[in-house]
């Protein structure tokens, strides 16, 4: 049984019930499954099932042209209880109910708890479960699924991670960033650990730099109040972004299990190099705000115009870090990392970047600098591309560039799950390796926590300005200049770059 705490919310019907619709068409999800809805709202089963599942926007978008019948089945595994006036109150009529609906549906006891409501109730429903004897696993396991932010700073995570630890085992805990449950993400391991080819290579002896770049070019949307209380840092690069990072950072594994692959991004998160200089703070950080702007004709309001956002606020909707990594395979590589809302384009890309040979034969080509590239593209377009040189047939030695290209779209027979359905799925199967472990949150904390605190209380610091639709504020190319420009996919190319869709 799934049982969703804020079932009335934006999450449970744009994200789980999709997901869950997935699973069930692919016959993945178990026999005699259940969804127990809850929330504060008066609700009717029929109520819930007509919100999420035969109203819902978001499934009749994803189902198109689908059999009614199917979805009528799919919903009659929708019940709802509501909770009362609030969340903090005695849970025993959600306990009887969660009873009943075991013995009519005859499920075998196990449930997932899903926790879709503000993060600052999570202590609090965690804590009623257990006084309900909700957390027990004598008759079946009992998981409880955490959904993002895990905390504000270090200190409310730590809060976090000990509220939650006292009423549920660590091992019951599953902390969900979605970016993990793409498959581009779980790629990168496959990539380095499953060949001989791109390890060896894979450190400070080949590797100039690194780069990450995250963008979207929705703004804040209706998430305007929450998302000024976050900002790009705490809402994208403490978590997803620092997810990638310590993939990429990270030791070999000894194996595939959940902890052995745990334990290796937490040793690569505490390798991060924590900036407490206030000049490294200065010179590494960016922070910025989209402004009003045309795109295509189209009027696109500023940050500080959007509703919910403080008219002065100071919260960023681009953040770029360029940081160092205090280990043996990474001492003295730059990485830079970008994240921001409006851009010109939605696109999440890792570009390994390769130092040029250290003896130049052809030096004459100028191909050196640009091409030697890894580049991993989260999405769209799921893949990844080689770049290098290639002699031009004929006389002498002309180089041209040439891309060595694999795309998942090119596996039509897979299906390629989305990130929920794959994270739930491995909730029920008790595979807690695309979880956050509470030790790797409190290290991307530990990393985070300095920036904030000199953009908060740092002297001299800036907070620029980028039209909307633009590639963020100019300022942000310094960040960079040492090693060339950012990679604006499907910008900066000169004539001679014959990009891919990829590209
Ligand atoms: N939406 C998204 O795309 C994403 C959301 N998340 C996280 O998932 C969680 C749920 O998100 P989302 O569904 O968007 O949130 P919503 O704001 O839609 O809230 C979910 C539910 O929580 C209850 N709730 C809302 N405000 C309060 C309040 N002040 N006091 C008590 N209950 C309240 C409501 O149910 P009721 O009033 O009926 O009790 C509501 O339906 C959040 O922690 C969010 O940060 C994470 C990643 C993406
Ligand atoms: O967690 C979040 O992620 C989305 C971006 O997710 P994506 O899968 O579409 O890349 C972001 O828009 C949102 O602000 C953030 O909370």
Redesign the pocket.
């Known amino acids: 049984m799934l049982v969703i705490?804020?079932?009335?919310?934006?999450?449970?019907a744009?994200?789980l019930v999709p997901a869950l619709y997935s699973l069930y068409v692919e016959g993945q999800l178990p026999e005699h499954f259940v969804v127990l809805g809850t929330?504060?709202?008066d609700m009717t089963d029929a109520d819930f099932r007509n919100q999420v599942v035969i109203e819902s926007d978001y499934l009749k978008e994803k189902l198109k042209n689908s059999d009614e019948a199917k979805t009528k089945k799919f919903a009659e595994m929708f019940f709802y209880q509501d909770?009362g006036e609030?969340?903090d109150v005695d849970y025993s009529p959600l306990r009887k109910r969660v009873g009943q609906l075991n013995d009519e549906k005859r499920t075998q006891g196990n449930i997932m708890y899903y926790?879709?409501?503000?993060?600052r109730?999570y202590e609090t429903i965690a804590k009623n479960l257990a006084e309900a004897g909700l957390s027990t696993q004598n008759n079946g396991w009992k998981r409880l699924i955490v959904?993002?932010?895990f905390g504000y700073s270090l200190e409310t995570a730590k809060a976090l991670n000990q509220g939650l630890q006292e009423h549920f085992k660590e091992s019951q805990i599953y902390r969900i960033d979605?970016y993990l449950g793409k498959e581009t993400v779980q790629n990168l391991l496959v990539t380095r650990f499953s060949n001989s080819i791109f390890e060896p290579l894979w450190n400070r002896n080949y590797i100039k730099h690194i780069e990450i770049t995250n963008a979207e070019s929705v703004g804040v949307e209706k998430?305007g109040g929450?998302y000024d209380k976050s900002g790009a840092l705490r809402d994208m690069f403490q978590n997803h972004l620092l997810q990638i990072v310590s993939l990429i950072v990270m030791e070999p594994p000894i194996g595939d299990k959940a902890e052995e692959i745990r334990d290796e991004k937490v040793k690569a998160l505490k390798s991060l190099r924590v900036m407490r200089d206030e000049k490294i703070l200065h010179d590494h950080t960016i922070r910025a705000q989209y402004m009003a702007s045309n795109i295509q004709g189209k009027k696109v309001k500023g940050y500080r115009e959007e509703e919910g956002v403080d008219p002065e606020s100071t919260t960023e909707t681009y953040a770029a870090i360029k940081f160092y990594v205090d280990n043996w395979r990474w001492k003295d590589i730059p990485f830079y990392v970008r994240t921001a809302k409006r851009m010109p384009t939605k696109v999440t890309e890792v570009v390994i970047h390769f130092k040029t040979p250290h003896h130049q034969i052809f030096k004459d080509s100028g191909i050196h600098n640009k091409d030697n590239k890894l580049i991993i593209r989260i999405q769209p377009d799921e893949g990844i591309l080689i770049k290098f040189g290639v002699k031009v047939p004929g006389q002498g030695f002309k180089v041209e560039r040439a891309n060595l290209d694999f795309y998942y779209s090119s596996l039509m027979e897979t299906h390629v799950m989305e990130a929920y359905e794959r994270l739930l799925l491995d909730a029920m199967q008790g595979d807690a390796t695309l979880y956050a472990r509470a030790d790797e949150v409190e290290a991307a904390w530990e990393f985070v926590d300095p920036i904030l605190d000199y953009w908060q209380h740092g002297k001299d610091v800036r907070m620029y300005g980028y039209p909307s639709g633009t590639w963020g504020p100019k300022n942000s190319d310094d960040l960079i200049e040492g090693e060339g420009y950012w990679r604006n996919p499907g910008e900066n190319l000169t004539d001679d770059e014959n990009y891919c869709v990829l590209c």
């Open positions: 705490f804020g079932a009335s919310g934006d999450l449970t744009r994200k929330s504060r709202s909770l609030s969340y926790l879709s409501t503000p993060p109730l959904e993002k932010p979605h998430r929450y």
